[in-house]
């Protein structure tokens, strides 16, 4: 008995087209997983309240760059690492110097730098003195001698009889601070994670010879 096989198409072909549509639909699956993650993270940021600033913050990438590959990988990152990881991990935020943190009340104002203001430059900005006083239950405060403004703000006295004049906290001192946990990053990760088989799987269109 002869037994004769012929084969027209070309196996090995096949095999590239076959690897190369694996290429990309690994590469797209990982870009959307990249993209989607990227996305879920934004949003949790302006879930939580944190401000459309620090969720532009989240960036996304894929590798390699130029081309499809089975090896495709995406990172997703944060520029402002320090503020969104405190938000993710709630830590406990003690003095650097070890004696008290000084957190502004609503007298305090602004820092001309952006950010909180601190008690050096409350007293430079104001030229007022600011006097400690201490409580044994509940924060201690920093408080100044001067007026509220029509913002609410402290600031130097005009009067020289002395009328207007209040005693206003400026500063709560306190040793420590528990920032509260606002976000579950990992939670999100670990969805995109598992969500990659299928989308490659859906991805993945066969070739036609």
Same mark, same amino acid.
């Given at each position: ?47 939580? @309240? *944190?401000?459309? +600033?620090?969720?532009?913050?989240? #960036? ?5 760059? &130029?081309?499809?590959? %089975? $090896? !495709? ?53 104001? @030229? *007022?003195?600011? +006097?400690?006083?201490?409580?044994? #239950? ?5 408080? &100044?001698?001067?007026? %509220? $403004? !029509? ?59």
């Amino acid at each position: 008995m002869k037994l004769k096989l012929d084969i027209d198409t070309d196996i090995v072909a096949m095999m590239q087209a076959e690897v190369a549509a694996g290429e990309r639909a690994v590469s797209a699956a990982i870009r959307e997983a990249g993209t989607g993650l990227k996305a879920a993270w934004r949003l949790q940021i302006t879930g939580a @309240g *944190l401000g459309a +600033r620090l969720a532009r913050a989240i #960036r996304s990438e894929q590798f390699p760059k &130029a081309r499809p590959s %089975l $090896n !495709a990988a995406a990172l997703v990152w944060s520029k402002a690492p320090v503020i969104v990881g405190a938000h993710d991990t709630g830590p406990l935020i003690r003095s650097k110097n070890g004696l008290w943190l000084a957190i502004p009340t609503p007298a305090a104002g602004k820092s001309l730098r952006g950010g909180r203001i601190t008690p050096g430059e409350w007293e430079r900005r104001t @030229g *007022l003195r600011l +006097r400690f006083i201490y409580h044994r #239950r509940g924060p201690s405060l920093l408080v &100044a001698e001067g007026r %509220l $403004n !029509a913002k609410g703000r402290a600031v130097a006295l005009r009067s020289k009889t002395g009328r207007g004049v209040v005693t206003a906290p400026i500063f709560l001192l306190v040793p420590q601070v528990k920032l509260p946990k606002r976000l579950d990053l990992a939670r999100d990760a670990e969805r995109a994670h598992h969500a990659v088989p299928g989308l490659i799987v859906a991805k993945w269109v066969e070739p036609r010879f």
